[in-house]
């Protein structure tokens, strides 16, 4: 007999305990509250990294939170999952919760209080609060009790039985009051110390709150919601403002599109759309087309500069770790500049995300050599620079005297911006025209002004 194949949860246990030998769970889990099918956890000392299978059979890494220590939090605990949430962090586990939630007490020294519920909610399938799983519930109680009758009734034989059952409860039931009495009692003393365990927790709550307002203000960071993401790394908030992340450069996916620029969107997408994030200024306030400039944020730090936590909660850094963004500089918002240029040789050695097409990424970047860049950008323009280079000789040849430009015999064409440079050479020019000018070559790519 041949050897039984490995099926998918085999293979991905296995390669997650390759990948990290120091995991200590291996679990169905899911960063934030919907468990998806297909993806595991590996629960580290450190944290908690998901992963899912690709069609290759490879590890596809689908998020990183790192555990936060001596904080307050909630679980519930369902029948098949457990829903974790603190300080800011939301993950879900299959059936380990409960191991999970004694080593986060134990060796992070987390405070957990389980989600209070009605009673009704404890009742087999109330608890989810669903309607239609609360009607099959109520359907199945109701053929269990017919059921129940239907012996009952069919049991004639029975009858001086009961009558006997009958008498002695008459004789217990004086028993059976006070029974009731002393439980009525020590329920009304129980509600009121779970009353009082809610409050505490609830004021508990409110002071971690109003301290993570206040170490947000003191780092400078203002919340914000994802309305709509519109590529990689420019989302628009719910006030109407649009966002262009600082320090990094995805794929293009909009006006044009680059390798590997729909994953990027569809990435920051999954991640910011509907969200609550944290924006901060790095110098400047907003870039040539108006939109801010900002640091994205998915939880508040402690320390702003700390690597681990720029790694885990700054989702700039996240781009640029799983291979959806080159870091692109442009000072003088520079404040992580370093962190990304080493968070993309990092990803560049892996060959992840868009570094599995070469060594200078799918777009402009950082890492790319600038001399061999520049000299790139010049001999790929030089096709099409010939055709427009006759067209805008034939331009010069008719442009009037009243020209914004003004021109040397054999020498250079001073334009005082883009729009009057357009006039006369609608598709721009190349770093060997005349009229090029570096300040009007925003992008760096050898070419100014080309639309």
């Not at 999970?100 to 087999?124: H, N, S």
């Not at 868009?354 to 970047?365: D, N, R």
């Not at 440079?421 to 609608?426: D, E, G, H, T």
Request: glycine share 8%; with cysteine.
């Amino acid at each position: 007999m041949g050897q039984q194949k490995e099926s998918d949860s085999q293979l991905i246990k296995r390669l997650i305990k390759e990948k990290h030998p120091d995991v200590w769970l291996i679990e169905f889990a899911s960063i934030g509250e919907k468990l998806n099918a297909g993806e595991y956890g590996a629960f580290t000392k450190e944290g908690l990294i998901t992963y899912m299978l690709s069609k290759e059979k490879k590890l596809i890494k689908t998020g990183e939170i790192s555990w936060p220590t001596e904080k307050i939090g909630e679980v519930d605990h369902f029948a098949i999952k457990s829903i974790f949430s603190i300080d800011g962090i939301k993950f879900v586990t299959g059936n380990h919760g409960k191991e999970v939630q004694k080593f986060l007490e134990g060796e992070k020294k987390d405070i957990f209080t389980k989600i209070p519920r009605a009673f009704y909610q404890k009742i087999f399938g109330f608890r989810s609060g669903k309607l239609w799983k609360q009607v099959t519930a109520v359907i199945g109680y109701l053929l269990i009790i017919i059921f129940l009758i239907g012996i009952f009734t069919g049991n004639d034989s029975e009858t001086e039985v009961n009558h006997t059952n009958k008498e002695k409860a008459v004789e217990t039931n004086s028993e059976v009051k006070n029974q009731n009495e002393v439980a009525k009692k020590e329920s009304k003393s129980s509600e009121q110390e779970a009353s009082e365990k809610i409050a505490a927790e609830q004021k508990a709550k409110q002071e971690a709150e109003k301290k993570q307002k206040e170490k947000a203000a003191n780092l400078g960071l203002v919340a914000a919601t994802v309305a709509r993401v519109v590529d990689g790394d420019t989302f628009e908030l719910s006030d109407g403002q649009k966002v262009r992340m600082i320090g990094v450069n995805t794929p293009e996916s909009t006006t044009r599109t680059e390798e590997y620029g729909k994953e990027a969107s569809s990435y920051t997408k999954s991640k910011l759309e509907g969200k609550q994030v944290w924006l901060q200024k790095d110098v400047s306030e907003t870039d040539r087309y108006g939109r801010l400039l900002r640091i994205v944020w998915l939880q508040i730090p402690n320390d702003d500069m700390n690597e681990s936590e720029i790694r885990s909660k700054m989702f700039n850094a996240d781009l640029v770790i799983n291979g959806y963004a080159e870091p692109s500089t442009y000072p003088p918002d520079v404040k992580y500049a370093e962190y990304f240029r080493k968070f993309a040789r990092e990803a560049r050695e892996k060959e992840v995300g868009l570094w599995a097409y070469g060594e200078y990424g799918t777009t402009k970047g950082d890492l790319d050599p600038k001399t061999s860049s520049q000299s790139s950008n010049n001999s790929s323009s030089n096709t099409s620079s010939s055709s427009r280079s006759s067209s805008n000789s034939s331009n010069n040849s008719n442009s009037s005297s009243g020209s914004s430009a003004t021109s040397s015999s054999g020498g250079t064409e001073y334009f005082k911006n883009c729009t009057e440079l357009r006039k006369k050479y609608p598709e721009g020019v190349p770093s060997d025209h005349p009229a090029y000018a570096s300040k009007h070559d925003r992008d760096k790519d050898g070419w100014a002004c080309e639309r």
